[in-house]
């Protein structure tokens, strides 16, 4: 039986423009004692719809470089309770969570500084049940003990939020068993806006950086990471970008959406390899 009782934990989503999703992002964590929302100037209802609901607004205005919104937000907003929680505005979590999460908070006795979470994509209205699945993203945690990781600190001219950082912790990490829901590409349409921006981030840790996971705390991750930077090195990229996705990862078994899904990471791959291609060229 869930308790009347909220759960002691400090949540902040970063948003802007996010009036379609911000709702039901809030509504699945109702029970979490305190709410921020770290708006950015959004022009439609985000912040109206957030405040209705009992959500702390505050606006963040990116000054370019580092620290993006994520870590901006861990460093200034005045939390109340000791452990952290962070979703996208377009994430939520399911009704199981809420006392998984209390009991993690509540014990004095726990031995994790913070935890990894899965996360199951949802697009063009379907639940992936194979491409991009399982996806961990560590996003509880004690505030003090985390802060998300410095890839790059370059101009890479995609948002002004952190997109493939993980949070990195002092401490060992557990899992939750608890499954995220991302409704992150409803359409086809705000896929190729958002990796159209992703792709600037790729292409300027490809050209400029070294992504380093020693400091990741879940091996699958460390893997993944691993995996792309060899990756980077092989011919026909976009190619084996959809083989990755459609048949190792079995998109194909999520019928037609599991295919677009894999076509459209397919042109990520070569935006991202062409413009990391252009920047190096700009430099000769």
């Known amino acids: 039986m869930k308790s009347s009782e909220k759960v002691p934990v400090s949540l902040f989503i970063p948003c802007k423009n996010e009036e379609e999703n ?3 992002c ?10 921020f929302v770290v708006d950015s100037q959004s022009t439609d209802q985000t912040k109206d719809i957030a405040g209705s609901l009992g959500a702390k607004v505050v606006q963040f205005e990116y000054q370019g470089g580092w620290p993006k919104k994520k ?3 861990l460093a200034n907003l005045p939390f109340s309770h000791e452990w952290v929680l962070i979703l996208d505005a377009d994430e939520c979590l399911p009704p199981e969570a809420e006392e998984e999460i209390r009991k993690i908070v509540s014990n004095p006795d726990q031995k994790h500084s913070g935890y990894w979470i899965n996360r199951r994509y ?4 379907k639940p992936l049940k194979h491409a991009y699945f399982p996806n961990w993203n560590l996003r509880l ?7 998300y990781e410095k890839i790059t600190d370059l101009t890479t001219d995609s948002g002004d939020h952190e997109i493939h950082e993980h949070v990195v912790v002092k401490g060992t990490t557990g899992k939750l068993n608890s499954i995220m829901d991302h ?8 896929f190729v806006e958002k990796h159209n921006r992703y792709s600037n981030w790729e292409a300027v840790v ?3 950086a070294r992504d380093d996971e020693s400091a990741l705390q879940h091996d699958a991750v460390k893997g993944k990471r691993r995996l792309r930077r060899i990756f980077r090195k092989l011919p026909f990229r976009p190619t ?13 078994l999520d019928g037609w959406p599991g295919y677009v899904f894999a076509r459209l990471h397919a042109q990520y791959e070569f935006l991202s390899l062409a413009k990391a291609k252009a920047i190096l060229r700009s430099r000769k």
């Open 22 to 24: 911000i709702a039901r």
């Open 26 to 35: 809030i509504r699945s964590v109702e029970w979490v004692d305190e709410i």
């Open 71 to 73: 870590n901006w937000a």
């Open 122 to 125: 949802f697009f063009l209205g």
């Open 141 to 147: 945690f004690i505030h003090k003990l985390g802060r």
């Open 183 to 190: 409704h992150a590409f409803p359409t086809i349409d705000s």
């Open 206 to 208: 490809e050209s400029s």
């Open 240 to 252: 084996l970008r959809f083989l990755y996705v459609y048949l190792w990862q079995g998109g194909m």
